[in-house]
């Protein structure tokens, strides 16, 4: 079956530096998405990983390895409105989300 | 353009009443979803379509029916509602289903049964 594992907390101190983990179990795997959903909101997409090695997009970095079935997804220079929880989703013939991690800061 | 739209923002229905949830998108994806989120927890997709005319079941289709008449609109069906389906309701579009899949989801429907 599907399964995709991620802490379900994670505090970090404003400024600093967080990963998030992810690993799965699927049948077959396309890639690895991250979405952002702040409360009340929509989860916006945040990356998505195809291929093993690093991605970076400003203070967001997200990384796959594909023989490890492992990911995670790296926020730097942590700032209060990256309060959220964060999703990884893994595509096979359609889309599973994990349940989220929830993301605290602290000034 | 507006995205993906969903109607109501909010509804309480009543057991056993029905109701559409309404999606549209204005991006010509051809991949919709819906996704019902309880409260700290994560999607679980309920109903997706890779075109018009073409459906299938995720995780959780059981009272829900859905239909994609154009490629734009995407209704969610509930017939008889329960308190179990209390949930927010996220629609969502895609263009493709690979690489770079990139899923852009809509405000969300609040529907309490009660």
């Known amino acids: 079956g599907q399964s995709l594992e991620q802490p379900s907390e994670v505090t970090a101190v404003e400024g600093a530096i967080v990963q998030i983990n992810c690993t799965y179990q699927?049948?077959?795997?396309?890639?690895l998405s991250w979405y952002q959903q702040h409360d009340g909101g929509a989860p916006t997409f945040l990356s998505y990983?195809?291929?093993?090695g690093l991605e970076e997009t400003g203070r967001f970095s997200s990384f796959l390895s594909r023989s490890d079935s492992y990911g995670y997804l790296l926020l730097q220079e942590l700032q209060m409105k990256d309060s959220a929880s964060y999703f990884c989703?893994?595509?096979?013939?359609?889309?599973?989300f994990g349940k989220g991690t929830r993301l605290h800061i602290l000034p | 353009n507006a995205g993906v739209t969903q109607t109501p923002k909010f509804r309480i229905l009543k057991i056993g009443q029905s109701m559409t949830l309404q999606c549209t998108q204005d991006?010509?994806?051809?991949?919709m979803y819906w996704y019902r989120q309880d409260p700290g927890m994560g999607l679980k997709l309920i109903y997706y379509?890779?075109?018009?005319?073409?459906?299938d079941k995720g995780e959780v289709p059981n009272g829900y029916n859905v239909s994609r008449s154009t490629t734009e609109d995407f209704p969610l069906r509930l017939e008889l509602a329960a308190p179990s389906q209390t949930s927010v309701y996220f629609c969502?579009?895609?263009?493709?289903?690979?690489?770079?899949?990139?899923?852009?989801f809509g405000p969300g429907t609040r529907l309490l049964v009660l």
């Open positions: 969502a579009s895609s263009y493709s289903a690979g690489a770079e899949e990139t899923q852009y």
């Open positions: 699927t049948s077959g795997f396309y890639g």
């Open positions: 990983n195809a291929l093993d």
């Open positions: 989703a893994v595509r096979e013939d359609k889309i599973i």
């Open positions: 991006m010509n994806h051809n991949y």
């Open positions: 379509s890779v075109g018009a005319g073409i459906t």
